[in-house]
Nanobody, 118 residues
Framework: QVQLVESGGGLVQPGGSLRLSCEISGSISGYNAMGWYRQVPGKERELVAQSFSTGPTNYGDAVQGRFIISRDNVMNAVYLEMNSLKPEDSAVYLC????????????WGKGTQVTVSS
């Protein structure tokens, strides 16, 4: 059974940085997309960044140029480096793993809270 566990959230001042980690346990297809999403109460879940096992990455417009997604296939982990944080980046950040073959499964972590405030 695949499990995703996020860590690294917390309180940070505007302009600061945080690094989130998503540890993957279990067996997920090697053909996958690992991503970070964020959720604010009353708003739709938003794509932050996505990394495909084939190489490409993509970012949400709100974080382009400030956040960097990376993955360690040996350690089975995905990271999100967040820089120049703004109060509007405050949210619960969730890790998602998607198996890209037909009929593949989506997996979600439970999330980690990021609060950007002075």
């Amino acid at each position: 059974q695949v499990q995703l566990v996020e860590s690294g959230g917390g309180l940070v001042q505007p302009g600061g940085s945080l690094r989130l980690s998503c540890e993957i346990s279990g067996s997920i297809s090697g053909y996958n997309a690992m991503g970070w999403y964020r959720q604010v109460p009353g708003k739709e879940r938003e794509l932050v960044a996505q990394s495909f096992s084939t190489g490409p990455t993509n970012y949400g417009d709100a974080v382009q140029g400030r956040f960097i997604i990376s993955r360690d296939n040996v350690m089975n982990a995905v990271y999100l480096e967040m820089n120049s944080l703004k109060p509007e980046d405050s949210a619960v950040y969730l890790c998602k793993g998607r198996e890209l073959y037909r009929g593949g499964t989506d997996y979600w972590g439970k999330g980690t809270q990021v609060t950007v405030s002075s």
